[in-house]
């Protein structure tokens, strides 16, 4: 805001004074006199105090006691200097040499005063032309002052702006709640428009579906008028053949008249010929031939007249050939288009029926999911934990990422037992007994080591790196317990191997969704074969293997294409949907081109021994093909409880025809838990227990179903070599 007040500050001002001023006029704006106060400008809580104006004598800057008036021909002045010399006269030529002189000194002064107070001014503030108008109102002033004949004009004229001004802005600080009414207004008006818009996307949506529907309606129409058109112009075609053998039968019949009455006309003329050339012969006999031939005119017009009659419709044998080939025609065709439609009516009688069933089923297992949606329980909100795991919403968000129901308890719990086992400081001792497992036979007190996921995935991985170094020396498998505490004990010492052995127990058996510690503490506690951690890393070596061959550049990248066949000669045996579940996980949060898959990053794993989703995919179909695989066997085997030697290895010879007399050994010694040696003193073993056993170890099919080899060979052309 601006305000003006006054306050004595003395600063000479260039002024001229002619009269005294006049009184102000009435209705004029109360403002300081100039002769006794300054102007201040008031922003804020800023102050600008203008100079005082003083009063100078008449005689100072005029000439003879009146004011210069040389702004009046200055101009004047400007255009007798654009002239030529050569067309000035000598009298023109003497007053432009008069009118040579310099700017009035009071003017120099008025434009110096002006220039000083606007270059002192703050033109960066908001009321900046506030600011500049007051100088120009301070010397309008000071030229009032100086014109004392016109000072009441001119005072009256700059009181009628300032009024002018003060009513506007009066009228500008009035209108700014209405500028505030006006947006508040234009924003309830665009959430009426955007509710309203909403309310018709239903209606618009409808009438779109009506446009579809009747566009669908005329798209039917017009093509049934099509049919029909085809329709009209066959008959036209048939009735223009039809009228066209109609003329010609017509044009046929005049002729055959016409010949009729030609022949009449010529027996006439024969028989008037005769007569005359036999009217010297007998009368009676004349009229008897007469008789005669009228008998046969009578008798061949009967004839005519049954021959119009029998063959008056008859066709020309040509035509009807014809005819009847087309007809022939025609009529294999509509048995065939018959069977077609009979087929189609077959098969949407079927799709009906099928449509019907499904309808039942929808309707059924609608009825079960509400049934369900009443009586179960609803879904957790596992957002809620994000707020209660250490590592905040990321770390949930990576825990929870493509994970179960199931698999976040599981998760949960992990995170629960972590921190109960971080604040153990010793475990109790299991005792000595000959059910402890060998490394947890201490009794006492055991230090908690406090290790985390990573500490214990390295141990794991060393002992791994140790063991199958140590059986490649010893040339058999050794047992995995006695050498997880035979290598702690070495690396450790006998005083606190068991300190590991528990705090490494304790972990691996929390952890259950970590890989590598879930599978060692499976095959630590027996419940899993140690053949299946070799087998699965002597896949992926396999793979790593094929897929570094196929990459003749070294790169570490390859092709889709590359990738794909690199992954059918790894995997003969998978089928083309395996395979693109491959391709699909080996591009999840690909960084590469489309075409380019980064098969080296694959088998990388993080610091937790966690590998990623294609790992995980291919031990994924591992396990659901191992236990397709045996659920073959069990039904090969039948409903026989219990199974013998060569009743297994008959089964496995059935559903793997090419198994290799060496894998069917290890097979059968993995299900019986004895050597081959020992075979003849085994007897029968439940069914039940011989899955189990081949489920916890490495087995896997060797070749494909027989089935699938002759689907295989009969694409390719070969299908005639099996009966």
């Given at each position: 805001?601006?305000?003006?007040?006054?306050?004595?500050?003395?600063?000479?001002?260039?002024?001229?004074?002619?009269?005294?001023?006049p009184a102000p006029s009435p209705g004029a704006p109360n403002l300081p006199s100039p002769e006794t106060s300054n102007y201040q400008i008031r922003t804020g809580s800023l102050k600008h105090i203008l100079p005082k104006k003083c009063k100078t004598l008449a005689s100072q800057f005029s000439v003879g006691g009146r004011l210069s008036t040389w702004p009046a021909y200055a101009s004047g002045q400007a255009i007798l200097q654009s002239r030529k010399p050569c067309c000035l006269s000598e009298g023109r030529s003497k007053k432009q040499a008069s009118l040579t002189?310099?700017?009035?000194?009071?003017?120099?002064?008025?434009?110096?005063?002006?220039?000083?107070?606007?270059?002192?001014?703050?033109?960066?503030?908001?009321?900046?032309?506030?600011?500049?108008?007051?100088?120009?109102?301070?010397?309008?002033?000071?030229?009032?002052?100086?014109f004392k004949t016109y000072k009441p004009l001119l005072s009256a004229i700059k009181n009628e702006y300032e009024v002018t001004l003060a009513h506007l802005r009066e009228k500008i600080r009035s209108l700014e709640p209405l500028k505030a009414m006006l947006v508040s207004v234009s924003d309830e008006c665009t959430r009426q428009i955007v509710a309203l818009q909403e309310e018709e996307k239903a209606e618009i949506t409808m009438l779109k579906k009506e446009k579809l529907y009747l566009l669908k309606l005329i798209d039917k129409m017009k093509e049934e008028k099509g049919s029909l058109q085809t329709q009209v112009n066959k008959l036209r075609k048939n009735v223009a053949k039809e009228y066209m053998r109609y003329i010609n039968e017509c044009d046929a019949r005049k002729l055959l008249l016409a010949d009729l009455n030609e022949m009449r006309n010529q027996q006439l003329e024969m028989s008037l010929r005769q007569v005359q050339e036999v009217k010297g012969e007998d009368l009676v006999k004349v009229t008897l031939a007469l008789k005669i031939a009228r008998q046969d005119l009578t008798k061949a017009q009967v004839e005519l007249n049954t021959m119009k009659a029998d063959y008056g419709d008859v066709v020309p044998r040509r035509d009807f050939e014809s005819q009847e080939k087309k007809y022939s025609d025609l009529f294999e065709k509509m048995e065939v288009l018959q069977k077609d439609f009979d087929d189609l009516q077959k098969e949407y009688d079927t799709l009906l029926e099928i449509h019907q069933e499904t309808v039942e089923e929808r309707d059924q297992f609608y009825n079960e999911l509400q049934q369900v949606q009443r009586s179960s329980t609803p879904r957790p909100d596992w957002a809620k934990c994000a707020e209660v795991i250490s590592g905040g919403p990321e770390r949930w968000s990576y825990l929870e990422e493509g994970k179960t129901s199931d698999q976040l308890v599981d998760v949960l719990l992990e995170e629960i037992g972590t921190g109960v086992l971080k604040e153990k400081d010793s475990f109790p001792g299991l005792g000595k007994g000959d059910k402890v497992p060998v490394y947890l036979r201490y009794e006492g007190q055991v230090k908690n080591k406090k290790l985390?996921?990573?500490?214990?995935?390295?141990?794991?991985?060393?002992?791994?790196?140790?063991?199958?170094?140590?059986?490649l020396q010893k040339g058999k498998q050794s047992s995995l317990p006695e050498f997880f505490?035979?290598?702690l004990q070495k690396k450790y010492g006998d005083s606190s191997a068991f300190e590991w052995a528990y705090?490494?127990?304790?972990?691996?058996?929390?952890?259950?969704?970590?890989?590598?510690?879930?599978?060692?503490?499976?095959?630590?506690?027996?419940?899993?074969?140690?053949?299946?951690?070799?087998?699965?890393?002597?896949?992926?070596?396999?793979?790593?293997?094929?897929l570094m061959a196929s990459d003749s550049s070294n790169s570490g990248?390859?092709?889709?294409?590359?990738?794909?066949?690199?992954?059918?000669?790894?995997?003969?045996?998978?089928?083309?949907?395996?395979?693109?579940?491959?391709?699909?996980?080996?591009?999840?949060?690909?960084?590469?081109?489309?075409?380019?898959?980064?098969?080296?990053?694959?088998?990388?794993?993080?610091?937790?021994?966690?590998?990623?989703?294609?790992?995980?995919?291919?031990?994924?179909?591992?396990?659901?093909?191992?236990?397709?695989?045996?659920?073959?066997?069990?039904?090969?085997?039948?409903h026989a409880p219990e199974v013998e030697v060569d009743n297994l290895k008959t089964a496995f010879c059935a559903i793997d025809p090419a198994i290799d007399d060496l894998t069917l050994d290890a097979y059968v010694c993995l299900a019986f838990q004895a050597s081959k040696e020992q075979w003849d003193q085994t007897g029968s073993l439940a069914v039940d227990t011989v899955v189990e056993r081949l489920l916890a170890g490495d087995t896997k099919r060797i070749s494909a179903r027989p089935e699938e080899i002759y689907t295989s060979l009969s694409e390719r052309g070969e299908g005639g070599a099996y009966p």
């Open positions: 805001m601006v305000t003006v007040s006054t306050t004595p500050a003395p600063r000479a001002r260039p002024a001229m004074a002619l009269a005294p001023a002189i310099a700017k009035p000194r009071y003017l120099e002064e008025l434009e110096c005063y002006l220039r000083k107070e606007l270059q002192s001014l703050d033109l960066t503030k908001e009321n900046a032309q506030e600011l500049k108008l007051q100088p120009y109102r301070e010397i309008f002033e000071f030229f009032i002052e100086d985390n996921k990573k500490d214990v995935v390295n141990i794991l991985k060393e002992i791994w790196k140790e063991k199958v170094s140590a059986d505490l035979s290598y705090t490494i127990y304790e972990n691996i058996k929390l952890y259950r969704s970590n890989e590598a510690m879930s599978l060692f503490y499976d095959i630590l506690s027996g419940k899993v074969d140690e053949g299946l951690y070799h087998g699965q890393n002597q896949l992926i070596a396999n793979l790593l293997k094929e990248t390859l092709m889709t294409e590359q990738f794909s066949l690199a992954l059918r000669a790894a995997f003969p045996l998978k089928s083309n949907d395996q395979i693109q579940e491959l391709i699909d996980a080996s591009r999840y949060r690909a960084e590469s081109p489309e075409d380019l898959i980064d098969y080296r990053s694959l088998f990388m794993e993080d610091e937790e021994g966690n590998a990623g989703p294609f790992i995980a995919k291919i031990r994924s179909q591992y396990a659901s093909e191992k236990q397709e695989y045996l659920r073959e066997l069990r039904n090969e085997l039948g």
